[in-house]
């Protein structure tokens, strides 16, 4: 079976950095959570996986970028909680 691959872009509004975190420690969670291959260039975020992964990984990705949008800067902490909710609304 063929991997699902998109590419999710970044909002102007939105500073890679923030997603990625500190020596890219969120994205580093992130990948560990998952099988998937993960990639952040300038303004665009590609994913490669199954299609369960991939959704999975475009909910937290979009709730990240929501954070940041609202004026947070997302922490290691939110990260695990959203890979923890996610895979729990993420049917079996």
Same mark, same amino acid.
């Given at each position: 079976?063929?991997?699902?691959?998109?590419?999710?872009?970044?909002?102007? &509004?939105?500073?890679?950095?923030? =997603? #990625?975190?500190?020596?890219?420690? %969120?994205?580093?969670?992130? /990948?560990?959570?998952?099988?998937?291959?993960?990639?952040?260039?300038?303004?665009?975020?590609?994913?490669?996986?199954? &299609?369960?992964?991939?959704?999975? =990984? #475009?909910?937290?990705?979009?709730? %990240?970028?929501?954070?940041? /949008?609202?004026?947070?800067?997302?922490?290691?902490?939110?990260?695990?909680?959203?890979?923890?909710?996610?895979?729990?609304?993420?049917?079996?």
């Amino acid at each position: 079976m063929e991997p699902t691959q998109i590419r999710l872009t970044i909002p102007d &509004s939105v500073d890679p950095l923030y =997603l #990625t975190g500190p020596a890219d420690s %969120l994205l580093r969670e992130i /990948e560990a959570s998952c099988a998937a291959l993960i990639s952040v260039r300038g303004k665009a975020i590609f994913l490669s996986g199954t &299609s369960q992964e991939i959704e999975q =990984l #475009t909910l937290i990705f979009s709730h %990240l970028i929501q954070m940041v /949008e609202s004026g947070s800067r997302p922490t290691l902490e939110d990260v695990k909680l959203l890979l923890d909710s996610t895979k729990k609304e993420m049917p079996a």
